[in-house]
Nanobody, 119 residues
């Protein structure tokens, strides 16, 4: 079992920044890929970013275009999503998730944290 708890969401003006955190507990994250997803009301869930726990390779959704950065702190078992130059269309609930390297499905999810960007 892996427990994921997101934090750091909130209300921010367009052009501002937020850093989301995802604290993991339970099973070791080695051999894991940690991802961030988001879902806005009435829209499908969207891939934001992912990082390979061992090695640190990162991947981003096309819309990110250099505005977001995913990182991790192995000692704290925490994944971060630094979001800069936020736009109103970034408003969504952001979720942290984990999948096994080589797996197709993310099998553990956090409860989500709300990000609201005012224009």
């Amino acid at each position: 079992q892996v427990q994921l708890v997101e934090s750091g969401g909130g209300l921010v003006q367009a052009g501002g920044s937020l850093r989301l955190s995802c604290a993991a507990s339970g099973r070791t994250l080695s051999s894991s890929v940690m991802g961030w997803f988001r879902q806005a009301p009435g829209k499908e869930r969207e891939f934001v970013a992912a990082i390979v726990w061992n090695g640190g390779n990162t991947y981003y959704g096309d819309f990110v275009k250099g505005r977001f950065t995913i990182s991790k702190d192995n000692a704290k078992n925490t994944v971060y999503l630094q979001m800069n130059s936020l736009k109103s269309e970034d408003t969504a609930t952001y979720y942290c998730a984990r999948r096994r390297i080589g797996g197709y499905e993310y099998d553990y999810w956090g409860q989500g944290t709300q990000v609201t960007v005012s224009s």
